[in-house]
Each structure stands twice: as C-alpha cells, then as structure tokens.
C-alpha cells in the first residue's frame, strides 16, 4: 500500500528556500538583509520550494507491505524495516507501530498520521487496524 504526503507539506517545506539564500548578505558586498532585492529572492526561493513540492504531492513517499516498510528517497525505493517472525504492522495512536510475537507494540520508524493524506491513512487503518 503506498501512502501519499498531506497536500500542506510543501507550504512547510517552503521556508527552505529562505534559508538557501541566507548566507547571500554575508557573501556579497553591498548587499544585506534590509535589501528588498534578497527578499524578493528569497520569496522566489521559497515558491520554488514549494513549487517542486506541489509536483511530487501525487506520488508515494512511503510504502508498506505485509513484511516490509519502504520510503522512496533520491536512488528510489529503499527497505527501512522488515518484520520477523511472528511481527505485525498495527495502525494505532495515529502512528503505524509493530505487535511482536510477545504482544508490545514498539514504533521501528515513524510513520504518523498528520504526515500522511487521510484517505490512505483510512485504508492502512482498515489494512492494519487494532481490530484487525
């Protein structure tokens, strides 16, 4: 199942673009941070950020399968957790977290709700689900 970001994500992302060019001032003669030219780049900056963040919010950042947690990352997908025997995933506490065979629910890697769109959080909670 793939999990999708939320459609905010970018607009938290944005901020980035400010801190790109931050060190600007402290390079370049004659320019500083009362300069309107550095934050008119720094706002072009910032809409890029969340420009290339709007492009990618329709594809999958993280996916889980029955054994496995996967995130995609600059080289494609990468596998961050595989279950072992007796392991299974529980959508619990708004947070994706592991049964083990002893019964304790333990979190291997933080996949929570408010960073992950509502509808795919829906179907990994009737996937996975502490009633399941």
């Given at each position: 199942?793939?999990l999708r970001p939320?459609?905010?994500a970018?607009?938290?992302a944005?901020?980035?673009?400010?801190l790109?060019?931050?060190?600007?001032?402290?390079?370049?003669?004659?320019t500083?941070?009362?300069?309107?030219?550095?934050?008119?780049l720094a706002?072009?900056?910032?809409?890029c950020?969340?420009?290339?963040?709007?492009?990618?919010?329709p594809?999958?950042?993280i996916?889980?399968e029955?054994?496995?947690l996967?995130?995609?990352?600059?080289?494609?997908?990468?596998?961050l957790v595989e279950?072992?025997?007796?392991?299974?995933?529980?959508?619990?506490?708004?947070?994706l977290?592991?049964?083990?065979?002893?019964?304790?629910?333990?979190?291997?890697r933080?996949?929570?709700?408010?960073?992950?769109?509502?509808?795919?959080w829906?179907?990994?909670?009737?996937a996975?689900?502490?009633?399941?």
């Amino acid at each position: 199942m793939k999990l999708r970001p939320k459609w905010y994500a970018p607009l938290l992302a944005a901020p980035l673009g400010v801190l790109g060019v931050a060190p600007i001032p402290l390079v370049e003669p004659g320019t500083g941070y009362s300069d309107p030219g550095f934050w008119i780049l720094a706002g072009i900056a910032s809409a890029c950020v969340a420009l290339i963040g709007l492009l990618i919010l329709p594809f999958a950042i993280i996916r889980v399968e029955e054994r496995e947690l996967w995130v995609r990352g600059k080289y494609g997908w990468s596998r961050l957790v595989e279950l072992q025997e007796g392991e299974r995933w529980v959508a619990a506490d708004g947070k994706l977290l592991v049964r083990g065979a002893d019964g304790a629910l333990t979190e291997r890697r933080s996949v929570r709700r408010w960073t992950v769109r509502g509808a795919d959080w829906a179907r990994l909670e009737a996937a996975y689900g502490e009633d399941r």
